[in-house]
């Protein structure tokens, strides 16, 4: 008997099944009842309801939330910000090689790699079968792009132990864009120019980064020459 | 562009490059469509080293400061200047603004809808160069109009300033004044140019392709020295010299409507 009689009516035996299962506190176990109880139920399922089960990443709608406060964000500071798409190369054959549950492993430890790669703002998320997105808020064009490299190595030297006591290793593209400051840009628009990057990626032969171009404004060379070459042979 | 819309045209008056005659331009073109019934107020925004009371002679009591930080009443601070328009003075030295924490900004942009309700245009006065400052200020405008010399450095920080504006902003139309020509024609001549360069590099996806508009040249006139030592108008001081007649060309191409981006 799960569900507390102050709540009479109230089925609360599935979402602490749930809630259990996942890992979380168990409500009951701190003499919870009542509202308090069901306040803590209805915490623990939005908990849920935000994370990846297997890596414990946020999962795609903690990120598209994210990612839309954070495009706000960037539209009212004018601090940019980046997003990056990380997709594991060649995952298939991971799965068709060691099977599933090594899929899984695997998965599990990109997870980590790209966990531990971030600074404390930054949000990883899983948002499909092999592929991972994160929000970099308040970045530079340069840091965003050392960041990706980082994260993209990281996951190189990671390596998920099967059962057998065999390593795996994998390596990620990454496909990165800049959302331009003072502009509120729509968050769908801003994946799917990461997205174009991430296939020059994997068109690139994997395992590196692509990054949007317009990372810099600094004026280039090219430029420079052509406004340094203004004729002027007919000023005094 | 996310402009915010005021009921007043905000009219940005930026440079790549310092000394260039950014605060000169702002002043004189100030009066000169105040001449011609516009409401205008001047805006000192350049918030590290503000000049715009000094080049028009004015002592504020109270600045920008005192009304970003609550101290002061916008209406005690904006002061009258000689030329019929308003002036909203900002302190010199404020090195607590040289990085906006996101309640200034918040501040100055409701402040500038606050001013919008009352002038038909609100000239902003920003600092030169690309620092963040500047480009939140420019940011908050309707249009910007860049002041350059013919100096090849000048010209390559104006297109710097064209590059970010194009950039970071999405800006699709820029007016162009240029100062201290030698010769008649010069201005539009290295407007053309500068055009060539922002068409040669600055594409979509990376840039907002734009458009210049040369709205005027003024000349190397020797009453601008002159009017700025005595710290007065131009317009007031030598209203025939050929410096102040440019102006008040540029604030009849000013005052009759904004740039369009389409050509």
Known sequence: MDHSPELPGVNLEEALRLLRQSGQRDPLADGLGGVA?????????????????LTGLPNRRHLTATLERELDRVARTGEPAAVLLVDIDRFKQVNDTYGHLAGDRVLQAVGAALGQGLRSMDLAARTGGEEFAVVLPNVSP?????????????????????????????????????????ERMDPERLIALADQHLYVAKSRGRNCVSFEHAASSAVTPQERAMLLAFPRGRRP | MNTPAFAARIVAITSGKGGVGKTFVAANLAAALARAGHRVLVMDADLGLANLDIVLNLTPKETLHEVLTGAGELDDVILQAPGGFSVLPAGSGMVEYSRLGEDVRERLRKLLRKIGERFDLVLIDTGAGIADVVLYVNSLADEILLVTTPEPTALADAYATIKVLSMQQRRACVDLVINQVRKSGEGRTLAT???????????????????????GELPNDPAVGRSVRRRALLLESSPESPAARAIEEIAAVIGRAPARAAT
Do not use: M, N
């Not at chain 1, 109880?37 to 089960?53: K, N, W």
């Not at chain 1, 960041?147 to 990620?172: C, G, K, M, P």
């Open chain 1, 37 to 53: 109880l069901l306040q803590r139920v209805i915490d623990g399922l939005c908990e849920l309801s935000l994370r990846d089960g």
């Open chain 1, 142 to 182: 340069a840091s965003a792009r050392r960041i990706a490299e980082r994260l993209r190595e990281r996951i190189a030297a990671a390596s998920a132990t099967l059962e057998d006591a065999r390593a795996v290793r994998v390596t990620a593209s990454i496909g990165g864009a800049l959302a331009p400051a003072w």
């Open chain 2, 193 to 215: 140019q500068l055009q060539g360069v922002v068409d040669r590099f600055l594409k979509p996806p990376a840039s907002q392709p734009v458009k210049l508009r040369f709205v």
